[in-house]
Each structure stands twice: as structure tokens, then as C-alpha cells.
């Protein structure tokens, strides 16, 4: 019986050893293959295309708005915390085509765009209006409205910044029933 279990003991010990070659021959194999992909990368100097890619078309100039703002940031200084502050941010359109502004989103619930719902014609005036509502809110603060648009690049962004000083700990308005 102890001669049976040392055969099998052998048996296994040396199908492990089987086993084990086999598998380092097979990642050596594996890691020739990508050796070898390398090195063709290398010597033909060129990029490839993963397999999932698009094709991609350069945009034709003629169906493009373009925007030009005199300023793309506001600075509103420094206020009390509770104030609103509203910056109106115009812009001309300098492309070929009527730009359009199909959606424009804040970086925070604290911050409120609107702006030019009809296309802009080139060579007209449109508007992007940013309320910053510094309500809990106190410091350094830069909301910031991302606008997508038929432009290149297709997205652009506004920000105001200013310092908002926090209110008062004893100007806070009472929590619970008042005693009198």
C-alpha cells in the first residue's frame, strides 16, 4: 500500500513537471509573439490603428460658427456670502455659418447660464448670462460654464472667480422655537 502511494505521489510530481514546462513553453512562446510585434512597430516607424476606431473628417470650415468673447472671465471681486452675482458675457460670431449653441452646463448647482436660444449669424452678437448664487458658499470661488457648440473645438468655457467672505457666526438666524 505504501508503494502505491508513492507511485502516485511520482506520478503526480512528474505530471506537474509536465505540466509546468508546458505552460512556460506556451509564455515563452507568447512573449516571442509580442517580442516580435514590437519590434515590427519599431522598424516600420508607423502607428496602428486600433480596429474600433471611426473614421474621422475634418470639419468643413462653412458649417462652423465661431465664437469671439472679449473676455472669457469675470472677476467679481469680493462679496458677502448670500449674494447673487450675474455677468453677462457677449460674443460675436466671427465663422461662416450661424453658430449655435445646443447645450451649456455649470460646474455646480451654485451657477445658472442662459443664453442665445436662436442661431447667431456670422457677424452678429449673442449673449451667455452666468448667476453665481454664493448662498453656502465661502472663499475662493471660480464657477465655471461649459458651452457646446457648432465651433472648433466644439466645447468652450466661461468662469467667474472672485472671494466670498462668509457670514457672521452671531448674524446666523436662530435654530429651533425662540424663549421669551
Not at 65 to 81: L, N, V, W
Not at 130 to 136: D, T
Not at 166 to 174: C, E, I, R, W
Request: hydrophobic letters at 40%; glycine letters at 6%.
Amino acid at each position: 500500500m505504501k508503494i502505491n502511494v508513492m507511485k502516485m505521489a511520482v506520478f503526480s510530481v512528474m505530471l506537474a513537471l509536465v505540466t509546468s514546462c508546458d505552460q512556460k513553453s506556451d509564455q515563452d512562446s507568447k512573449i516571442q509573439a509580442l517580442e516580435d510585434k514590437i519590434a515590427q512597430l519599431e522598424n516600420n516607424n508607423s502607428v496602428a490603428t486600433p480596429v474600433n476606431v471611426q473614421a474621422a473628417q475634418s470639419a468643413d470650415p462653412s458649417t462652423l460658427g465661431s465664437f469671439e468673447f472679449a473676455a472669457t472671465e469675470y472677476d467679481f471681486g469680493t462679496i458677502k456670502e448670500g449674494e447673487v452675482i450675474e455677468h453677462l458675457f457677449k460674443f460675436t460670431n466671427n465663422g461662416q455659418a450661424p453658430l449655435v449653441i445646443s447645450n451649456i452646463t455649470a460646474s455646480c448647482g451654485c451657477t445658472s447660464p442662459d443664453w442665445t436660444k436662436s442661431p447667431v449669424k456670422p457677424g452678429e452678437e449673442g449673449f451667455v448670462k452666468v448667476v453665481f448664487n454664493s448662498a453656502a458658499k465661502s472663499g475662493a470661488q471660480a464657477p465655471t460654464v461649459s458651452i457646446q457648440a457648432n465651433t472648433n473645438p466644439n466645447v468652450s468655457r466661461l468662469q467667474m472667480r472672485g472671494t466670498v467672505t462668509p457670514k457672521a457666526a452671531g448674524a446666523a438666524a436662530p435654530v429651533g422655537p425662540i424663549k421669551r
